[in-house]
C-alpha cells in the first residue's frame, strides 16, 4: 500500500508518519530528509539541491521529484511507500501522476491533516528538535521528560530557524498557496480521506487507520 500524507507545517503529519510506516512497514519517504541525504552522500543531484539551499532558494519542482522518484526507484518493486511533504505543488502532484503510472505503482490513499491555522502557529512555535538524532518534540504536545534535553540522547534541544514566529506565518502563507490547489487535485479520488489532526496524537492516530480500512 502506498500513501500520501497532505497537511502543513505543525499539522503533526511527520510524527504520526513515523508511526504508521512502523505499523504497516512502509518506507518513510519525507522531502527533508531526502534532501539531506543527497546532499550528505554528495549524490549529483545532492550537489545541485545545495546550491538552491546554501543560496535560500526555493528547490524547483523538477528536482524536488527526481530525487524522490530516484528514492522510491533504489527501493526496488515491492517496497511500499508513505510519502510525507510530497507532492507540495500541484506541479509536483502531476509529475508523481504520470510516474506511478511509468511505474505501475498505485496511489492506494491521500490522507489530509487538517488544522486550524491558529492552532498551527501555537504548536510551531513550541516546537523542539534534537540536533543530534533529529527527534522531534514539543512543549505542548509532547515536551522531553528533562527540560530542553532529548529524550533519546541527552542532547541539548534546539528551536529550529523555521520554527520561529515570524517566518511561521511565511510558511503557512505558502502553504495554503501551493498546497491547497493540490487538495482540490486530489479530492475526488478514491483513498482520500480528511482527518481532523487538532486532535490528539493517539486519536489522530486511530482515525487515520479507521480511515485505511476502508481502503
Ligand atoms: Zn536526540
Redo the contacts with the bound molecule.
Keep these: 500500500m502506498n500513501i500520501l500524507f497532505l497537511g502543513p507545517p505543525g499539522s503533526g503529519k511527520g510524527t504520526q508518519a513515523k508511526q504508521l510506516a512502523e505499523k504497516l512497514s512502509l518506507q518513510h519517504l519525507s522531502t527533508g530528509d531526502a534532501f539531506r541525504e543527497a546532499i550528505g552522500n554528495k549524490t549529483p543531484l545532492g550537489v545541485e539541491i545545495k546550491s538552491y539551499v546554501d543560496s535560500g532558494r526555493l528547490v524547483p519542482d523538477e528536482l524536488v521529484s527526481r530525487v524522490v522518484f530516484e528514492k522510491i526507484q533504489q527501493s526496488g518493486k515491492s517496497a511500499s511507500f508513505l510519502l510525507d511533504g510530497y507532492p507540495r505543488t500541484v506541479d509536483q502532484a502531476k509529475a508523481l501522476d504520470d510516474f506511478a503510472k511509468h511505474e505501475k505503482m498505485a496511489l492506494d490513499a491521500i490522507l489530509l491533516f487538517d488544522v486550524p491555522a491558529t492552532d498551527l502557529i501555537k504548536r510551531l512555535t513550541a516546537r523542539r528538535q534534537?540536533p543530534?538524532?533529529k527527534?522531534v518534540f514539543n512543549l505542548v504536545t509532547r515536551p522531553p521528560k528533562v527540560k530542553d534535553t532529548?529524550d533519546?540522547?541527552s542532547?541539548p534541544l534546539m528551536q529550529r530557524a523555521d520554527d520561529q514566529e515570524s517566518v511561521i506565518k511565511e510558511r503557512l502563507d505558502i502553504y495554503e498557496r501551493q498546497t491547497a490547489p493540490i487538495i482540490d487535485f486530489y479530492k475526488g479520488r478514491p483513498g482520500f480521506h480528511k482527518i481532523n489532526a487538532a486532535q490528539s496524537v493517539e486519536k489522530v492516530f486511530s482515525d487515520m487507520v479507521e480511515a485505511l480500512k476502508g481502503k
Design positions: 534534537c543530534k538524532c527527534e532529548c533519546a540522547c542532547t
